[in-house]
């Protein structure tokens, strides 16, 4: 775990904001949960949990938009297929470039760096 934490909690924020996406989207995850995640920025386990990296609080709002807004359809698509694709280019259009620049893979393959 990281040190001190200022009294905005950016962790609680991105809860925040995952939950406002999965209203906006229609999604109903079990649970939101912000935790350490190591070399990946987000899961969604077929219970319906799906958890964010704690480390993305500190990235930019579009990446996290693009990673929550991932994690979320997953809920709905488990693959990345045609459909997961169109609605992701709905929903965040210039996923493709974000992805691109992530440093770590968004979810369950272990990250390489
Ligand atoms: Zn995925």
Same mark, same amino acid.
């Given at each position: /775990? ?16 995952? /939950? ?66 169109? /609605? /992701? ?25």
């Amino acid at each position: /775990m990281r040190g001190t934490r200022s009294s905005l909690y950016p962790e609680q924020q991105l809860r925040r904001r995952a /939950m406002g996406w999965a209203v906006k989207l229609k999604l109903r995850p079990q649970r939101v949960l912000v935790e350490r995640l190591p070399g990946k920025w987000g899961s969604c386990a077929p219970d319906g949990v799906v958890t964010f990296a704690e480390d993305l609080a500190n990235e930019g709002k579009d990446f996290q938009d693009y990673v929550i807004v991932h994690e979320l359809l997953h809920l709905r698509y488990r693959d990345h297929g045609k459909q997961f694709k169109a /609605m /992701m280019t709905a929903v965040v259009p210039n996923w493709r470039e974000l992805e691109q620049a992530s440093r770590h893979s968004t979810e369950r393959q272990a990250g390489t760096d």
